[in-house]
């Protein structure tokens, strides 16, 4: 499976953004996915899991509110719309997939750079 994120970009505070994480592979639907972001000097960070059927979610308590996962199985994507975007949401965003463990994923995307200015 390979996993390609896009739709990064630069906006201001209290703005919105929409990611995609567009996948290869028969098998994307029958697996749970992610997304992550990584701020310079910090950990990486899971924002937000859908299973396969996207009848569950998951999403920390930093983006809770303000940003929702979402998947099209039939055009293999998996979708983060971020609402209410703050400065400190500027980071590295990646989606990955197959979960493994509580952050282990097996797939994970190239990253897409979100930036948010005040």
């Known amino acids: 499976v390979q996993l390609q994120a896009s739709g990064g970009g630069l906006v201001q505070a209290g703005g919105s953004l929409k990611l995609s994480c567009a996948a290869s592979?028969?098998?994307?639907?029958?697996?749970?996915t992610g997304w992550f972001r990584q701020a310079p000097g910090k950990e990486r960070e899971l924002l937000a899991e859908?299973?396969?059927?996207?009848?569950?979610?998951y999403y920390a308590d930093s983006v809770k509110g303000r940003f929702t996962i979402s998947r099209d199985n039939a055009k293999n994507t998996v979708y983060l719309q971020m609402n209410s975007l703050k400065p400190e949401d500027t980071a590295v965003y990646y989606c990955?997939?197959?979960?493994?463990?509580?952050?282990?994923?097996?797939?994970w995307g190239q990253g897409t750079q979100v930036t948010v200015s005040s």
């Open positions: 990955a997939a197959d979960k493994r463990g509580v952050t282990v994923y097996a797939y």
């Open positions: 592979g028969r098998t994307f639907s029958s697996y749970t």
């Open positions: 859908i299973s396969w059927s996207g009848g569950s979610t």
